[in-house]
């Protein structure tokens, strides 16, 4: 792990055990749910459903990534521009990535057909651990590698210090929400699956 990684990953777990994000160990090989220094609770920075939209002053998404799919073909990010994107961050350990991902297997056969797509992209985590996880949780939509570019996706979209982190990304490419784990959490209570679906059903239809 870089330096500034894991100094921002130290100084993280503290805010991060707080919301109750799941958080790993550090970046030396995590094994399954043991590596989780957090209970599989969650937060948002994201505003609610009814208000859902693009800020004005959105910034640019970073699609300068080429990535690993399950395959070991490789994926361009930037072949995706012009749908809108739920770009997320998980890792197979994470407690509260497998809440949202029942959801987002939804969403994705529903909305794809308009446009929409589900890029999912592992870190701090062993890929070899994803094909499995993946196909248990019958996960329809591209699981990606992340872990070789850990460093470059954090200077994008970090700082990464708890997982699970999502975007919502519009057609034209900018990042309008984000989630640092779960959306909705309340009085310390995790969400339901139904919750989750419904808060970014509602980002994704604003942006459709």
């Not at 990684?5 to 991060?16: D, K, N, P, S, T």
């Not at 002053?57 to 799919?69: E, I, M, Q």
């Not at 699956?193 to 980002?203: C, L, N, P, S, Y």
């Amino acid at each position: 792990m870089r330096k500034g990684l894991m100094i921002g990953a130290v100084a993280g777990v503290a805010v991060a055990v707080a919301m109750g994000i799941a958080v790993p160990r550090m970046r030396t090989a995590p094994k399954a749910a043991e590596t989780q220094t957090a209970k599989a609770l969650g937060t948002t920075t994201a505003k609610a459903p009814d208000t859902a939209s693009c800020p004005a002053d959105a910034k640019p998404a970073n699609f300068n990534f080429t990535l690993k799919d399950l395959e070991g073909k490789e994926v361009k990010l930037a072949d995706y521009k012009g749908k809108v994107i739920l770009l997320d961050f998980w890792a197979t350990w994470c407690g509260p990535c497998k809440i949202e991902i029942p959801a987002f297997i939804e969403l994705y056969t529903k909305y794809k057909p308009q446009g929409f797509e589900v890029v999912s992209v592992v870190l701090l985590d062993r890929f070899v651990n994803a094909k499995p996880f993946a196909e248990k949780m019958k996960m329809n939509y591209p699981v990606l590698d992340g872990d070789p570019q850990q460093d470059k996706i954090d200077d994008a979209y970090g700082p990464l210090f708890g997982l699970p982190m999502s975007f919502m990304i519009s057609r034209d490419g900018r990042v309008c929400q984000k989630h640092l784990g779960l959306p909705a959490m309340k009085d310390g209570t995790e969400p339901d699956e139904k919750t989750v679906k419904d808060i970014f059903e509602a980002e994704i239809k604003a942006l459709l």
